[in-house]
């Protein structure tokens, strides 16, 4: 017997009902007649007095006897041997009651079925809470209570829990109904989140993702992107504590991307979208709360960028051009992947005259080369977000993604004697050692094509990187799993 | 009355205490900490000039790169050696 149904059936038959039920109304004569037959037991979920016609019935009031029998429609009849259900049928079906009963000849002027309608146990807005009551989950989290005078967000800022917006609270039935959103056990330790280099758990994700607003079907994203970011690779402790802007930008493949609801279109990479916005927020408050990563502390930015509020958003796959950025990553097309690329904030480029590929990709390069600074090469990775209307033009022309990126790279080539510091009567610029050489802004995959945006505008976007390579940081690209 | 999770880490901050400032450098080994900035080196060749001009004992380390925290074997390297560190942060 599993801990779920410790709470005993009376013998003989049982059957659990609710009034609000039109079902459960029409099988009321069938119920009369078994009562007096062979004997019945009814709950009734909504109201003690249904059915008016049976003696022996009990008011489920606290939901109990429904949980802990997993009663998902009512009415559901039982047949109760031993304190062990025998037999069950779901609805109304003459043969099913009948079979389950044992008796012949039910609700003989009733239609031959009706379906069910769901158990208040099963409820959206009470199954949570009854989980949370009878279930046997739980939380390693401490609980902290707030006093009733005192103002929960404001309790919750107070706290410094928050990134300066209002958060959810994250109460026990919030927090369960988002671990419901991943197969992974609470209990699991999926990163060390630095600053703190703390052990993070699957709760402590769901709490904080909780408190940015997410939906539990945005979690294994959300867990996702928290593993990528605390490898060593992401560096995510460096990215933090640089006095550079930069933050996690998170780029999402894979059908997930629909199932869940995000944008890659219109305002992809702007405010509006529940997923896009509370996914890259989430992993923002796991690395200030678990992490303890918090501005003017470890996290020196001198600018900061709108970015670390917390910046995801979902490539344009159906129309693209190109298969996605995960398979730069050796990700097949159609897995679920999410990519950690250390970024600023995003900035538009204009060209609305050139409908050739090769007067778009020096538009590109022009203005690629700027990243940081024009006279910096080779140390920053970017992400050049194509919307559909430059897209276009290289799918008309048949570029693919490895053939524009070969023709960016090469249109940024610059001699070293013009990079080299003090060249252009600048100061900054890369060491004199390197002036014989011919530079191009970036390192091989170090430019990442992204297909994402709105139909109309003629446009694209540069996401610049942080310090790339091993002595800053390389873009990571996960697997997300359920 | 709210009842929530606590989002944090739950753990209690160690404190320790840094170690008190020697009332003088004499005798002591200083170490100079180049983090990889650029021109951090340069500062740290003109303490260290002035340090030797005293009659100081310098030991200089280097972190591979600034993005990182340092290495724990040099971290443990630079506690064996010195008695005092002086860091160039840069730029």
């Known amino acids: 017997m599993s801990l779920r149904q410790s709470v005993a059936l009376p013998e003989g038959l049982v059957a659990v009902v609710k009034r609000d039920c039109p079902t459960c109304e029409l099988v009321v004569p069938v119920l009369e007649q078994l009562a007096n037959q062979i004997g019945l037991t009814v709950f009734s979920q909504d109201d003690p007095d249904f059915p008016a016609g049976v003696e022996n019935k009990h008011f489920d009031e606290d939901l109990s006897v429904s949980w802990h029998h997993t009663i998902d429609t009512v009415p559901t009849l039982l047949a109760v041997e031993n304190g062990k259900e025998m037999a069950r049928t779901v609805g109304w079906s003459r043969s099913h009651w009948e079979s389950v009963s044992g008796v012949s000849g039910l609700g003989t002027e009733l239609p031959e079925q009706r379906p069910g309608c769901g158990s208040l146990s099963v409820d959206p807005s009470l199954a949570a809470d009854l989980e949370l009551r009878f279930g046997d989950l739980n939380f390693s989290a401490r609980r902290v209570e707030f006093a009733a005078l005192e103002d929960t967000h404001e309790a919750l800022y107070d706290r410094g829990w928050t990134d300066g917006l209002p958060v959810v609270p994250p109460s026990e039935a919030r927090v369960l109904a988002m671990l419901r959103g991943t197969s992974r056990s609470p209990d699991e330790v999926i990163a060390t989140v630095p600053p703190d280099l703390a052990p993070c758990t699957v709760e402590k994700v769901a709490i904080n993702a909780v408190m940015a607003g997410c939906r539990p079907e945005y979690l294994p994203v959300v867990l996702a992107a928290v593993e990528a970011v605390c490898t060593e690779t992401f560096n995510m402790h460096g990215l933090l504590a640089t006095t550079m802007p930069h933050a996690p930008v998170l780029v999402v493949n894979g059908p997930i991307a629909d199932e869940i609801g995000m944008n890659s279109g219109n305002n992809a990479l702007g405010q509006g979208n529940r997923a896009n916005s509370t996914i890259g927020r989430a992993v923002q408050l796991v690395i200030r709360n678990v992490g303890g990563g918090r501005p003017g502390e470890v996290d020196r930015a001198a600018f900061g960028s709108p970015a670390k509020v917390g910046f995801c958003f979902a490539e344009r796959e159906a129309d693209s051009p190109w298969p996605p950025v995960s398979t730069m990553y050796g990700f097949e097309p159609g897995t679920n992947t999410v990519l950690a690329f250390p970024g600023e904030a995003p900035r538009n480029l204009v060209d609305q005259l050139s409908r050739d590929p090769e007067s778009l990709a020096r538009t590109y390069a022009a203005n690629l080369i700027s990243i940081q600074h024009p006279k910096l090469v080779l140390g920053f990775d970017a992400i050049l977000a194509v919307a559909p209307d430059h897209s276009r033009v290289f799918s008309e022309a048949g570029w693919s993604r490895e053939q524009l990126t070969e023709r960016i790279t090469e249109l940024t080539v610059r001699p070293g004697s013009e990079l080299i510091r003090g060249a252009g009567d600048i100061p900054e610029g890369i060491p004199e050692a390197m002036k014989d050489l011919d530079l191009p802004k970036f390192r091989p995959n170090g430019l990442h094509i992204v297909h994402c945006g709105g139909a109309a505008g003629l446009f694209s976007a540069i996401i610049g990187g942080w310090v790339n390579g091993d002595m800053g940081s390389n873009p990571v690209c996960v697997e997300i799993t359920p | ?91």
Do not use: Y
């Open chain 2, 1 to 91: 009355m709210t009842k929530v999770l606590d989002p944090t880490n739950e753990a209690t901050p160690t404190d320790i205490p840094r170690v008190a400032r020697p009332e003088s450098l004499e005798g002591l080994t200083v170490g100079l900490l180049d983090i990889s900035k650029p021109r951090g080196d340069r500062f740290l060749d003109r303490i260290e000039e002035r340090l030797v001009e005293r009659g100081l004992r310098v030991e200089r380390f280097r972190k591979p790169t600034f993005t990182k925290p340092a290495p724990v074997d040099l971290r443990h390297e630079i506690a064996t050696k010195c008695d005092v560190i002086i860091e160039a942060l840069a730029d």
